[in-house]
């Protein structure tokens, strides 16, 4: 989480089912606040025309 914070590499970060399970439990404490992750579109960015 920490790496993600300082600099997320360009490609992304994935988590896997274990890693979403164990922050939402972090969440449900209030040691962290819930993701908002929003899915990557494999598209890539929409630019207007």
């Given at each position: 989480?920490?790496?993600?914070m300082?600099?997320?590499?360009p490609?992304?970060?994935?988590?896997?089912?274990?890693?979403?399970?164990?922050?939402?439990?972090?969440?449900?404490?209030g040691v962290?606040?819930?993701?908002r992750?929003?899915?990557?579109d494999?598209?890539?960015?929409r630019r207007?025309?």
């Amino acid at each position: 989480m920490v790496t993600v914070m300082l600099g997320a590499p360009p490609e992304g970060v994935e988590l896997d089912e274990e890693e979403s399970r164990a922050l939402a439990v972090l969440a449900d404490a209030g040691v962290v606040p819930r993701l908002r992750l929003v899915p990557r579109d494999p598209a890539g960015p929409r630019r207007a025309a």
